[in-house]
């Protein structure tokens, strides 16, 4: 486990129990609500989720010693605060962008320690976050940072842009070459995840009638961020592509068959709805159709319903045949979806 | 599948598996993986559980199956259903087959069978007989298919060392019985990876999904690129082999790629990848981590061949040495419009002709569907 002086908790104030260091620190929550200096605490950490629904990282200099004393109690407690305001807010989606926001935040920190140009310590001490919190054994090699393929594969997935697929990197026995930035950058997901999970796991406490105006904004804040989305019926040019396969009687892979029988699943079709597609199959036999496409709504088996690929793994199996519209998706399940 | 062949297959198999027991045995660790096996004429039977050799014969003696097969993963409780295996870490595992190659010999061992009637035909797209479009096609490899197959092999046993930094004596390469061979990777570093990162490692070996500034291009400033050198390590020393051939072509030809812009540059590279330098491996085997895979010893109902670990795949030649079956005279109808060759020994071209040939190949036919006992 990472143990952390005052530096550290500022940094990464997400590494502190929130009920543990506010008692430890002689405070109670009562106090915070009714103790009109510490107020101020609570505007900033009302500022902190606001700045983070607008997609704004937080702002505040670690390294301002004069401001020291005074900023340490100010910004943990800020953080700590947020998270009892967060719980009383009850918006996934707020919690969801101030984690994203808080990682984004201690990224900055984590690739300036981790270059630990000054201080071999903070540079000790980001090397273990690596590895306590992502289980990633991070080595500098030179100007760069390696890790092991197998390491970089399980955060480099959560990735969409293709700079970030290992064949588009630096790769030697066995390691992956990155900069300080891009090694941080590696985690960001996790880490947001990891803030998330903390904040989610946390219990919600009594709420004070400081506290109400606050939750309220938030709440409102949250519902604004909420979209809704209606889907085209029209089809994405690969499933279009995979039914003329079988229209003219031609053969269907298995990933091909995959695909279009999970997609038309996800779009609420039936299983007898979809198995007349397949007559055409050189190979067509109904029972085994039925059988494969109960499989894959989880009727029968595992009770695993089966989601449609990727467009990644699509591509992958050559049965991508994008066109403009596509714009970007990431799952044929999203081709058509339009916010409202 | 007539019941005088299936009887016939069946026996044949029965004879190889009594005979053959010190070539099946359970892989290490086998109680924690999940066995399968089919029958001829039948689905597959999976989520078994074997712990010793013995379990296995007798699993071959009781069933008679048409093919085994083992998974690459381990479980907790592999008997059980899928979603209560409780999945533990799979070996890696590779597929390269003849199909994916896309040889220009290919067309000439490759007959067609029509699913409706069962006539067999060459060369037209729709069956002579009854018009129907369902046809399936047959491939009896020929040793052209062979040697490239072991030049994919050799590439990608490359990568693996070099690259993915797997020791060579922790990789197993198998021919699996009919037209393509097996490569697996035991207790990697890799081994915990799921389906998704697993694809990872198949774009990086197929070498696809590249970007042209992961190779020197700089888009904002062509002129600044840097493209890899020769003597670099890994993707980047292959791909200045095979843009620039020699030292001495390479002024020249980046002075094209730059002149030719972006766009070129990054179809050349997808050029590169999808016809020269990306290995051919078969993406939907290496990415499924509940695989069972054909077992190394048993026999592959395609060909009636059997799957056989090469210890030295330059030298290894699959149709004599996979080719296990006895040679007893066996009498078939052959209907098989190519020639090959097993153990040395030429056949065909047969016009449904009633012919003699070793037990061998008239598995063999059998299996390839191109024959029926007589």
């Known amino acids: ?340 | 599948m007539f019941e005088k062949d299936l009887k016939f297959l069946e026996d044949a198999f029965k004879q190889y598996y009594f005979d053959h027991f010190n070539l099946i045995n359970v892989p290490d660790r086998a109680s924690e993986r999940e066995f399968g096996y089919m029958k001829f004429n039948t689905g597959m039977i999976r989520h078994i559980s074997l712990k010793t050799d013995k379990d296995l014969h007798l699993m071959l003696m009781s069933n008679i199956p048409s093919d085994v097969f083992c998974s690459n993963a381990y479980y907790t409780f592999p008997s059980m259903p899928m979603s209560e295996k409780d999945w533990k870490e799979a070996d890696i595992i590779f597929d390269i087959d003849a199909k994916d190659l896309k040889l220009p010999c290919r067309k000439d061992h490759t007959c067609n069978k029509c699913t409706s009637c069962g006539e067999i035909f060459v060369l037209q797209d729709g069956c002579p007989k009854c018009k129907s479009n369902k046809i399936e096609h047959i491939s009896l490899p020929c040793d052209n298919c062979m040697a490239g197959l072991k030049k994919e092999l050799s590439k990608l046993d490359k990568v693996l060392t070099d690259d993915l930094n797997i020791p060579a004596n922790d990789i197993v390469t198998s021919f699996s019985g009919n037209e393509g061979f097996h490569l697996y990777v035991k207790h990697s570093q890799y081994n915990d990876l799921g389906s998704k990162e697993r694809g990872e490692l198949i774009d990086y070996i197929k070498f696809q999904k590249v970007i042209p500034e992961t190779f020197g291009f700089k888009k904002n400033n062509p002129s600044k690129s840097s493209f890899p050198e020769f003597d670099e390590s890994g993707w980047k020393g292959r791909v200045a082999k095979e843009l620039f051939g020699s030292k001495s072509k390479k002024s020249k030809l980046v002075s094209k790629i730059i002149s030719d812009g972006y766009v070129a540059y990054r179809e050349k590279l997808d050029e590169i990848g999808k016809n020269s330098i990306g290995i051919k491996i078969d993406p939907n085997v290496t990415v499924d981590i509940h695989r069972i895979f054909r077992l190394e010893g048993s026999l592959n109902s395609k060909s009636g061949l059997c799957k056989l670990v090469c210890k030295d795949v330059e030298k290894f030649r699959p149709y004599t040495e996979a080719c296990l079956i006895d040679d007893k005279p066996t009498e078939i109808i052959a209907n098989c419009p190519i020639k090959f060759q097993l153990k040395n020994k030429k056949f065909g071209p047969y016009n449904g002709e009633k012919t003699s040939v070793p037990k061998y190949a008239a598995v063999y036919m059998m299996c390839k569907g191109i024959a029926n006992s007589a």
């Open chain 1, 1 to 340: 486990m990472i143990s952390f002086g005052h530096d550290e908790i500022v940094k990464y104030p997400f590494l502190a129990e929130a009920g543990q260091y506010l008692k430890d620190q002689g405070f109670t929550l009562e106090q915070f609500a009714t103790d009109p200096d510490l107020q101020i605490i609570v505007d900033r950490a009302y500022e902190r989720i606001e700045s983070a629904s607008q997609g704004n990282i937080y702002n505040y200099k670690v390294d301002d010693s004069s401001n020291k004393d005074s900023s340490l109690p100010l910004e943990v407690f800020s953080f700590l605060i947020a998270i009892i305001l967060l719980k009383l807010a009850g918006m996934n989606t707020l919690v969801s962008r101030f984690s994203l926001a808080e990682a984004r935040r201690a990224e900055r920190f984590l690739e300036k320690d981790l270059v630990g140009k000054s201080n071999k310590t903070n540079e000790e001490f980001a090397t273990k976050i690596f590895l306590d919190l992502f289980s990633i054994k991070i080595k500098k090699n030179g100007d760069y940072f390696t890790i092991p393929i197998a390491d970089y594969l399980k955060h480099a997935v959560h990735f969409h842009e293709l700079e970030w697929k290992l064949i588009n990197r630096h790769v030697e026995n066995g390691m992956v070459f990155l900069t300080p930035h891009e090694s941080v950058r590696l985690t960001r997901k996790q880490l947001g995840n990891y803030i998330g999970t903390r904040i989610r796991s946390a219990q919600t406490p009594k709420s004070f009638q400081v506290f109400e105006e606050k939750v309220a904004k938030l709440v409102k804040i949250g519902k604004k961020l909420t979209v809704t989305t209606t889907i085209s019926t029209e089809f994405p040019p690969c499933i279009k592509h995979a039914i003329e396969v079988l229209n003219n009687g031609e053969n269907l892979s298995h990933s091909g068959r995959f695909m279009l029988g999970t997609f038309l699943l996800g779009r609420g079709q039936t299983i007898e709805q979809i198995a007349p597609l397949f007559k055409n199959a050189p190979d067509y036999k109904e029972r085994t159709t039925l059988y494969q496409l109960k499989q894959l709504a989880g009727e029968i088996g595992g009770n695993t319903k089966y989601v449609c690929p990727s467009c990644d793994k699509i591509k992958s199996n050559d049965l991508c045949f994008a066109i403009p519209e596509c714009d970007n998706i990431i799952n044929p399940m999203q081709f058509g979806k339009k916010r409202l």
